[in-house]
T-cell receptor, first 112, second 111 residues
């Protein structure tokens, strides 16, 4: 069966510090991978999606970036965090045999 | 106008009640409809998945899609305190198209 991991689970970072969140998927090959941010009362905001290694599409221009160095690894980064980057970050995947998205456990980021 | 609209609630019901959660959408191209359950501080968990119009039942849960009115519903029978969570509806048009989510309805089932 497929599983999706995210780490860290929680993170508290000062403004201006760098960020690296990691997502890995097990039990599937060539998944589509997604990064979302969920803010209270605002639903899920799609940040990035990737259909393959090195292929990243950005949905929202901001100080975040994403990379996919391996087939089942997706990384969300920032060089300098802003207060507005606080939120709940979710990674999701879709496979060839499914039309639905499956989410990871999420990372709660607080920027102080 | 958002592509998928969902009443944020909160919705409070007594244990054992039938719960009706609803969304409307505007994009006629949507063919796939999902409901996710999200507990506090956790990732969304897929509950129900429906293609096109019709009903789908899984235990106490029934998903209903009416494409003619662009209306999707989730019914929960014999609601339990463990059903207390935020429920997200989601739609997409298939393949690797982006999924559009509602903002979620917070449900509280009171013992």
């Amino acid at each position: 069966s497929q599983t999706i991991h995210q780490w860290p689970a929680t993170l508290v970072q000062p403004v201006g510090s760098p960020l690296s969140l990691e997502c890995t998927v097990e039990g599937t090959s060539n998944p589509n991978l997604y990064w979302y941010r969920q803010a209270a009362g605002r639903g899920l905001q799609l940040l990035f999606y990737s259909v393959g290694i090195g292929q990243i599409s950005s949905e929202v221009p901001q100080n975040l970036s994403a990379s996919r160095p391996q087939d089942r690894q997706f990384i969300l980064s920032s060089k300098k965090l802003l207060l507005s980057d606080s939120g709940f970050y979710l990674c999701a995947w879709t496979g060839l045999a499914t039309d639905t998205q499956y989410f990871g456990p999420g990372t709660r980021l607080t920027v102080l | 106008q958002k592509e998928v609209e969902q009443d944020p609630g909160p919705l409070s019901v007594p244990e054992g009640a039938i719960v009706s959660l609803n969304c409307t959408y505007s994009n006629s191209a949507f063919q796939y409809f999902m409901w996710y359950r999200q507990y506090s501080r956790k990732g969304p968990e897929l509950l129900m998945y429906t293609y096109s119009s019709g009903n789908k039942e899984d235990g106490r849960f029934t998903a209903q899609v009416d494409k003619s009115s662009k209306y999707i519903s989730l019914f929960i029978r014999d609601s339990q305190p463990s059903d207390s969570a935020t429920y997200l509806c989601a739609c997409h048009s298939g393949g690797y198209q982006k999924v559009t989510f509602g903002t979620g309805t917070k449900l509280q089932v009171i013992p």
